[in-house]
């Protein structure tokens, strides 16, 4: 237990001389990086799930470390081919636990901010009062801020790493916007496809929505922002 929570600790420093040597025991390494990702995340999507039912934090503890494993695995091949097109020498394999490691020290970040999200949803107005469409699209938007900025934490340190790579500041800059646009295009979809996860309080509690693929995620945040600010 000690070993594997220094593992974490050597992670989090994102010092990349670190993070390169773990690239070395490659499937050992990806196997940590997967555990880290769907337990942090696991834990924390459950705190999303948790304010319509516990059904609902149960379902979205099992698609939020998925849909995060989908995205990575879904742009491996674009990455790569992106990093090395922009002019960073770094492998497919290389590429992609680079950004494993980056999910991963994101997900031990929402994992250590879930306390914070269960004490907001534990005070936050239940399903049944009279504001809880108000209470959705509050929780709806402050997950979204607590992703984004465990996201862009995890990215500063993914930028360390390809900076090592390159040793050129505007180059490992061009990659990670790459990277960043692919993901978040990719994985802001998937989020939509994948839906619910907070829960919608006039809709039945479901794993996976029956009209999926309508609309789209961007749309949903835009309404959200609009009925808060009525």
């Not at 319509?52 to 149960?58: G, K, V």
């Not at 680079?98 to 907001?120: C, D, N, Q, R």
């Not at 990215?155 to 800059?173: D, H």
């Not at 990277?179 to 989020?191: D, I, R, T």
């Amino acid at each position: 237990m000690k070993k594997h929570i220094n593992s974490i600790a050597e992670l989090c420093r994102a010092d990349p001389d670190n993070i390169i040597r773990a690239f070395e025991r490659k499937n050992r390494t990806i196997i940590f990086y997967i555990a880290l990702i769907v337990i942090g995340s696991g834990i924390y999507g459950a705190t999303i799930g948790l304010w319509r039912a516990p059904l609902q934090a149960f379902y979205t503890a099992i698609k939020f470390p998925l849909l995060i494993l989908f995205t990575t695995i879904g742009n491996t091949l674009l990455n790569g081919m992106l990093a090395q097109l922009l002019g960073i020498n770094i492998s497919f394999r290389q590429s992609l636990m680079a950004i494993f490691a980056s999910f991963a020290i994101a997900s031990v970040i929402l994992a250590s901010l879930s306390p914070i999200t269960l004490f907001m949803i534990l005070n936050t107005p239940p399903l049944e009062s009279a504001h809880a469409s108000l209470s959705h699209n509050f929780t709806l938007i402050i997950h979204v801020f607590i992703i984004a900025f465990a996201g862009i934490s995890a990215n500063i340190c993914l930028f360390r790493l390809l900076l090592y790579f390159c040793k050129e500041f505007s180059t490992a800059c061009k990659v990670l916007f790459c990277w960043l646009l692919g993901n978040m295009f990719l994985g802001c979809q998937l989020s939509w496809i994948m839906r619910p996860f907070v829960g919608c309080p006039t809709l039945p509690i479901e794993f996976f929505r029956s009209d999926a693929f309508n609309g789209n995620f961007y749309e949903s945040v835009f309404r959200s922002l609009c009925n808060l600010l009525k």
